[in-house]
């Protein structure tokens, strides 16, 4: 059953149609990654779906309400949707400890922060969150001394702890290496299944780790979706993205590769 329904989605820009019509279902429990060329709608959808953008025409059905137009509060506290922008949003300063508890359920809200006190069922809480993105022997140090791979595990960690029903992830592995791809990708997948899980992404060799059904955006509206492997045969897929992606991988092998990495 479908835990997310858009029916007819589209939102104008000055006279700009960035998303025209877009029909997409998701599982509970599925890991649904969306991709595209640059301009194709993909973050706008994303802001879409959490009210961060307003429509001008279709709905957004969660878990069996309409949540279209909503407040931004109401999407992420209430209705239980968590999103991690492309570059890690977190605070240097404090340790990555401190940045998965000022991210807990039930301490979002001066009143509550005001009023919060840390246990020993808090704190269990944590460590297990930080434990499962490889970051808990590193809970000490302030996050702003640890590897642009390791911020983005930690707004991932921030985000996990928050325990959405869906999660959104723009771009996740952004300015990772190879090896952090990877284990980035490892981590989604094991976090699907628990948690409803959309993520957008460029990297295809990520894609075809992690995907099981892909939705690729063109010009704001569905140009293709299915399986990775039927995806990537597509000849309007190719024509518009995948040809001009891999050459693009490719290149930033080459320079990997002069670089000595």
Same mark, same amino acid.
């Given at each position: 059953?479908?835990?997310?329904?858009?029916?007819?989605?589209?939102?104008?820009?000055?006279?700009?149609?960035?998303?025209?019509?877009?029909?997409?279902?998701?599982?509970?429990?599925?890991?649904?990654?969306? &991709?595209?060329?640059?301009? @194709?709608?993909?973050?706008? %959808? !994303?802001? +879409?779906?959490?009210?961060? $953008?307003?429509? /001008? =025409?279709?709905?957004?059905?969660?878990?069996?309400?309409?949540?279209?137009?909503?407040?931004?509060?109401?999407?992420?506290?209430?209705?239980?949707?968590?999103?991690?922008?492309?570059?890690?949003?977190?605070?240097?300063?404090?340790?990555?400890?401190?940045?998965?508890?000022?991210?807990?359920?039930?301490?979002?809200?001066?009143?509550?922060?005001?009023?919060?006190?840390?246990?020993?069922?808090?704190?269990?809480?944590?460590?297990?969150?930080?434990?499962?993105?490889?970051?808990?022997?590193?809970?000490?140090?302030?996050?702003?001394?640890?590897?642009?791979?390791?911020?983005?595990?930690?707004? &991932?960690?921030?985000?996990? @702890?928050?325990?959405?029903? %869906? !999660?959104? +992830?723009?771009?996740?592995? $952004?300015?990772? /290496? =190879?090896?952090?791809?990877?284990?980035?990708?490892?981590?989604?997948?094991?976090?699907?299944?628990?948690?409803?899980?959309?993520?957008?992404?460029?990297?295809?060799?990520?894609?075809?780790?992690?995907?099981?059904?892909?939705?690729?955006?063109?010009?704001?509206?569905?140009?293709?979706?299915?399986?990775?492997?039927?995806?990537?045969?597509?000849?309007?897929?190719?024509?518009?993205?995948?040809?001009?992606?891999?050459?693009?991988?490719?290149?930033?092998?080459?320079?990997?590769?002069?670089?000595?990495?």
């Amino acid at each position: 059953m479908a835990i997310l329904e858009i029916r007819g989605l589209a939102v104008d820009f000055k006279g700009f149609r960035a998303i025209d019509g877009v029909d997409m279902d998701v599982e509970r429990g599925e890991l649904r990654v969306i &991709i595209g060329p640059n301009g @194709a709608g993909k973050s706008t %959808l !994303m802001d +879409l779906i959490t009210a961060k $953008t307003r429509p /001008t =025409a279709g709905s957004v059905t969660f878990d069996g309400a309409d949540i279209t137009g909503l407040d931004i509060s109401d999407i992420s506290a209430r209705r239980g949707i968590g999103r991690k922008f492309q570059g890690p949003n977190i605070f240097g300063a404090m340790t990555a400890l401190e940045n998965v508890e000022l991210a807990l359920n039930g301490h979002n809200t001066l009143i509550k922060a005001l009023f919060y006190r840390r246990t020993r069922q808090t704190l269990e809480q944590i460590d297990a969150a930080l434990a499962r993105v490889g970051l808990y022997e590193k809970r000490g140090l302030p996050a702003g001394a640890l590897s642009h791979g390791e911020k983005q595990w930690l707004e &991932i960690c921030m985000l996990l @702890a928050q325990n959405p029903k %869906l !999660m959104i +992830l723009d771009e996740p592995t $952004t300015g990772m /290496t =190879a090896e952090e791809t990877y284990k980035t990708g490892e981590l989604i997948m094991g976090m699907s299944g628990e948690h409803t899980i959309i993520v957008a992404e460029h990297d295809m060799d990520f894609v075809r780790q992690v995907a099981s059904t892909v939705t690729v955006l063109h010009q704001g509206r569905v140009l293709a979706e299915g399986g990775i492997a039927d995806v990537e045969r597509d000849p309007r897929v190719v024509a518009v993205y995948l040809k001009d992606s891999d050459s693009a991988e490719d290149g930033q092998e080459s320079v990997k590769g002069a670089s000595g990495a």
